[in-house]
């Protein structure tokens, strides 16, 4: 029974027990008289009846406000003070009972205060005690976090149902760059913990060369490996090899696959290179073969005619020589033509310049002792180098520059050149002659102690690049400069940024091993696939002609919050922003000018939050601003929507307000970026979090529960 049934019912209880035991003495004071007692009683009684009934009208609604009072004070404030203390058990510690009522509930807010100060204290001793024998665990684990984010080759780890439970950053890179127009916008969206595989890879492909790699377990095979080749949405073309992961309960029990390690590989610009190099033996097979076939005539008739008239004999040794010029030309051209394909290559990498010539900085300072300064870099130019060998050429110049001209100080410089980048050693000092040059650049190379087979030509050879000299007569320096290849724009992610410190620890959850797609299932539990979201607006008004104009949303996976798997994209609305709307959430029409239309942004927000549980703050005003749209940009949002103000509701129904700002500070979670779409998604994904296991406590563990117990109250009647 609850609280205002319990309150209605002890009305109820009040206005019996003040007219009942009246009403019945009456009945049978007037049951036991004579008839003539009977019209005196009425005589009597009757012209003081209104007085009576004001009297006892009086009296009940004193006894009403007494009631009112002590229901206040005693049944809602131990109510209240209940939802504090599941405060305080499961979603914040530091929450303490404020000691407000009367005395006795006053002193049993006290002794709760007191209780959770030494539970407080116990719990630090325990969290101190499992810290320290977690260490070594966590250690192991950011070892591996920290490996797999620095692989050069791009590393996804998937469940059996191709969902994503471990990526690095350079299949993030790689796979943002297969991104096309939407999902492009969504920074990548194609890639995140939980997400499925399958809307990057074909899925009959997987699935082929898991049944492979099955067959090859059952047969025992000491490595049971697939390779496949498949083509991306962009029509790259990827190569993969999946390795499956495997586990086993007990020593008894056979091992059997638990997920599988893809590695994948762009492959197209190698294989756009062998096509040019088929190409190259094609042109020589073709354009050599009638030339030949005339030279073998001409020759045998020579040999078949030794007495053949003097004329006759020029004229075929004229067809040999024109024969031998045009496969001449031939060569000559197809080397033009051809000549990118036919340098043989080392496997390069991508390289940021500025890390490479970092590395080349400290390694000069340690072994020479030369100073060494940058001037003019593009901190954001990528080159394709092999950084060892690239390295090791900078120091054995910079090695004879102090050796022969003894240098007093070594300057890098950094630029772009179309699809080169131009790498400059500078120096000041002395001239040096072209003889000089050529000697070392065709020498082994050697650094002290350290040398290489290979002189300073055959890394630019290999490089595909160009090295020469060159002087700055005006301000009396010199300078080699490299020439090398830059990274394609496609190989990168457009204004991607990776901050291994900050999203190395985002990168896995091993717990999704567990998972099975439920992607229609309400009876899932709350936490496993949740998109946090919010929007901010021109107005209130979104029937009346109000905009969104900007869209910012975190995803949520097994628990936790994945700050760098966000969408916050700005949105043009079309339209004059309002000031006191600006005063608010700093959005100024500068801002959103030239942004993306409302048409370009939802499909990228849609495909960010697909398959996932929408979760917003008074959800009802976003998903009817959401809902405007659906004709213009033909996107519906079909999924299940929370609303963590309707489930404030159910947990606090006798708190006096459910404002983003308040629950907040109940549930001790910081508010930062207020009022900004992706700040505000971010501390309604920390709030939906810390509520999860306040509706535990009362039974609300799945998806179906949770939307049940939002509809029932007073807030879900709200529209828009």
């Given amino acids: ?28 004071i007037w049951a036991d008289a004579q008839p003539a007692e009977q019209t005196l009683l009425i005589q009597l009684i009757a012209p003081h009846l209104s007085l009576g ?28 003070m209940a939802e504090s203390l599941r405060l305080m058990l499961s979603a914040n510690r530091n929450f303490r009972v404020t000691p407000e009522g009367p005395p006795e509930v006053q002193l049993l807010a006290q002794a709760t205060n007191d209780l959770a100060q030494q539970r407080d204290g116990l719990m630090d001793d325990v969290d101190a005690q499992i810290a320290a024998a977690k260490s070594s665990v966590e250690e192991e684990k950011n070892r591996l976090a920290a490996l797999m984010s620095e692989l050069a080759q791009a590393v996804v780890v998937c469940n059996r149902d191709g969902r994503i439970l471990l990526y690095n950053s350079r299949a993030r890179l790689q796979f943002s760059g297969l991104a096309q127009a939407g999902t492009a916008l ?34 025992g095979a000491a490595a049971a490996i697939a390779n496949f080749i498949t083509t991306a949405r962009g029509g790259q073309l990827l190569r993969v090899q999946l390795v499956p992961v495997l586990s086993s309960r007990d020593e008894s029990q056979q091992r059997e696959m638990s997920g599988y390690v893809l590695t994948v590989e762009n492959i197209t610009r190698s294989l756009e290179q062998e096509s040019r190099r088929d190409q190259v033996l094609q042109s020589l097979t073709d354009g050599s073969r009638g030339c030949l076939a005339n030279i073998r005539v001409a020759v045998g008739n020579l040999m078949d005619y030794p007495d053949m008239e003097l004329e006759i004999r020029e004229r075929f040794v004229s067809i040999i020589s024109d024969e031998v010029v045009r496969m001449s ?24 310049g500025i890390d490479l010539i970092a590395a080349a900085q400290r390694r000069i300072e340690a072994r020479l002792k030369l100073p060494s300064k940058m001037e003019e870099i593009d901190e954001g130019l990528w080159l394709r180098a092999e950084s060892f060998s690239l390295v090791f050429s900078i120091c054995f110049l910079a090695s004879r520059l102090v050796d022969h001209y003894q240098i007093k100080e070594l300057r890098f410089r950094l630029l772009p050149f179309g699809k080169l980048a131009y790498l400059d050693l500078i120096w000041a000092g002395h001239a040096m002659s072209s003889e000089t040059f050529y000697t070392w650049e065709t020498d082994a190379m050697q650094v002290g102690n350290e040398s290489s087979p290979l002189s300073l030509r055959d890394v630019i050879d290999r490089h595909g690049g160009e090295i020469w000299y060159d002087r700055e007569k005006a301000a009396h320096r010199a300078f080699f400069r490299f020439v090398l290849p830059v990274v394609p724009p496609e190989n990168m992610a457009v204004g991607e940024s990776v901050d291994v410190g900050d999203v190395r620890p985002e990168y896995y959850d091993f717990d999704l091993f567990h998972f099975r797609d439920q992607s229609a299932d309400l009876d899932r539990p709350l936490s496993d696939l949740v998109t946090v979201f919010d929007t901010e607006t021109t107005g209130l008004e979104p029937a009346a002609g109000d905009e969104i104009i900007q869209i910012g949303a975190l ?5 936790r919050l994945l700050r760098n798997e966000n969408f916050n994209q700005l949105v043009d609305p079309e339209r004059f922003l309002r000031p006191e709307g600006t005063r608010i959430h700093g959005i100024t029409d500068d801002m959103v000018r030239g942004q993306p239309h409302i048409d370009v942004v939802l499909p990228a927000f849609h495909d960010f939050c697909s398959d996932t549980v929408l979760v917003a703050h008074n959800a009802a005003f976003d998903m009817r601003f959401l809902q405007m749209k659906e004709e213009r940009t033909g996107v519906a949002f079909s999924q299940p929507v929370l609303d963590t103000l309707l ?12 404002q983003l700002d308040c629950i907040a500070e109940r549930l001790g979670v910081s508010v930062t970026g207020r009022h900004s779409a992706l ?32 509809e029932k109250t007073y807030f879900a009647r709200v529209k828009y």
């Fill in 555 to 559: 995803r949520i996976v097994n628990g």
């Fill in 53 to 80: 009934a004001l009297m006892t009208t009086f009296g009940f609604i004193v006894g009403l406000l007494v009631i009112r009072y002590l229901f206040r004070q005693y049944v809602q404030g131990l109510l209240k």
């Fill in 679 to 710: 700040g505000d998604a971010c501390t309604t994904g920390e709030v939906f979090l810390k509520m999860l296991p306040l509706l535990a406590q009362i039974g609300i563990v799945t998806l179906r529960q949770a939307l049940e117990a939002s």
């Fill in 1 to 28: 029974m609850n609280a205002r049934i319990r309150f209605i019912v002890s009305v109820i209880v009040l206005g019996m027990l003040m007219t009942g035991p009246f009403l019945i003495t009456a009945v049978l």
């Fill in 186 to 219: 969504a920074s990548g969206a194609l890639i995140g913990l939980g997400r499925s595989i399958f809307s990057i890879l074909e899925r009959n492909q997987i699935d082929h060369a898991l049944e492979v790699v099955r067959q090859r377990l059952h047969k």
């Fill in 647 to 658: 489930l404030s509701g159910v947990l606090h129904a006798n708190q006096d307000s459910h």
């Fill in 329 to 352: 030309q031939r060569l000559d051209q197809t080397m033009t033509e051809f000549a990118d394909s036919l340098k043989t290559r080392w496997p390069l990498e991508d390289v940021l």
